[in-house]
């Protein structure tokens, strides 16, 4: 965890950090408090939270309205058990999602919060009443608002488990990154649910990678993985920047590989992908420079389709295998009702190289990972099946699962 004085400007440090935090997440700070470091004494810290996202798939806005943010030391600590602090909004507040994008944050309030260990945090949504939607997206392509079901947020909050300490008079910094892609969940009905996906990453030993894509790829993913698992995301802005952060430094967790994917319909682009990348912390990776920016070869975008036995609301990811890695190309999850799922994928050679901190840094089309995927379903249960797909003469249906 960062540790800081007693006497640190929240403001100027809070300035500095969410001038270089452009990625999804809740950003949470424990700061100093008064008192001595005795049994009798009181030491508190302050809980600061604020919050921002990533790009949803499919999605144009992401409405969800935060009423209070819950913190216990126990993972165990149910609604009504003791030891709970709150964050309380003077007023419930709504905030798009997708709104919060390249360093854009939304500010939830602060609250004391007594120096120990911590386990579980608990974010709080106000309900959908009648005709007044506290909760809701907007589909790609149209305007109008649709009511976001979020079970059990409204009353117990959504359960966050991350273990992070704050010692006596001191300031620490975890963020929680909400992932409004995993997160939203299509219902048989047209419907959709919030189904939260969020991760953790305590700012001491963390860091970023920045570059630029070319300007026809402003809008693209952007991936950090690590072993074909996404550990952030963010999207390339209009001048084709990109910046994933936090990432765990390099000496924690090894180094990651920076996947670019623009599988929009019917023509995106070939991913991009560079492996090996390093993080250090509080030091940013340059990947490529405006003047070099990395430019992806345009690809038709093919579909796969099929259904996961409804009972297993299942999560689907299709993986591209280069030689002996893979990587997290797309993902989604299944209709709660039918199991339906569908995911788009580049047919194109992806092209991609080894970081190097000379740039630019090459990268070579893979012709023999062209149109081949593995499409993976894994169920709530944690089970998990896989299917090989090859989508570069077409797309592909009846890719099923059955848990």
Not at 169 to 186: E, G, P, Y
Not at 223 to 228: D, L
């Amino acid at each position: 965890m960062k540790i800081r004085s007693q006497q640190l400007d929240l403001p100027k440090f809070l300035a500095r950090t969410l001038a270089i935090l452009p990625m999804p997440f809740l950003v949470v700070a424990c700061g100093g408090g008064d008192g001595g470091n005795d049994n009798t004494t009181s030491i508190n810290g302050t809980l600061h939270v604020a919050m921002t996202d990533a790009p949803a798939c499919g999605f144009d806005h992401v409405f969800v309205t935060v009423s209070k943010v819950r913190v216990n030391a126990s993972t165990a600590a149910g609604d009504n058990d003791g030891g709970w602090t709150d964050i309380a909004l003077p007023t419930p507040q709504r905030v798009d999602l997708l709104s919060l994008t390249n360093g854009v944050l939304f500010d939830l309030g602060r609250a004391p919060l007594p120096a120990g260990q911590y386990q579980q945090i608990r974010l709080v949504l106000s309900a959908n009443q009648g005709n007044s939607l506290a909760n809701a997206v907007v589909v790609s392509g149209t305007t109008a608002e649709l009511p976001l079901a979020t079970p059990s947020a409204t009353q117990s909050g959504y359960k966050i488990i991350q273990p992070f300490t704050v010692p006596a008079n001191t300031l620490v910094d975890l963020i929680l990154d909400f992932n409004a892609c995993k997160s939203i969940v299509q219902q048989g009905n047209g419907g959709y649910s919030l189904k939260p996906v969020v991760t953790a990453t305590p700012m001491t030993v963390s860091g970023s990678i920045t570059g630029f894509v070319a300007p026809a790829q402003a809008g693209a993913t952007v991936y950090a993985e690590q072993n074909g698992k996404i550990v952030r995301g963010t999207v390339a802005d209009a001048s084709g920047k990109f910046v994933l952060t936090p990432l765990v430094q390099s000496s924690t967790g090894g180094n990651y590989d920076v996947v670019i994917v623009d599988n929009r319909l019917p023509s995106g682009h070939a991913t991009g992908i560079i492996g090996g990348v390093p993080v250090t912390a509080s030091a940013t990776t340059s990947v490529a420079t405006a003047g070099s920016p990395i430019t992806l070869p345009t690809s038709t975008t093919n579909t796969v389709s099929g259904t996961a036995t409804a009972s297993a609301q299942a999560a689907v990811r299709a993986l591209q295998p280069i030689g002996s890695a893979s990587y997290e190309i797309a993902s989604t999850n299944a209709n709660l009702d039918t199991g339906a799922y569908s995911l788009a994928l580049p047919a194109a050679a992806p092209l991609a190289g080894t970081y190097s901190a000379t740039l630019p840094i090459a990268l070579s089309a893979v012709s023999s990972a062209a149109g081949q995927y593995s499409v993976q379903a894994t169920s709530a249960g944690g089970a998990t099946q896989t299917s090989p797909v090859n989508v570069f003469n077409g797309g592909q249906s009846g890719v099923n699962f059955s848990f």
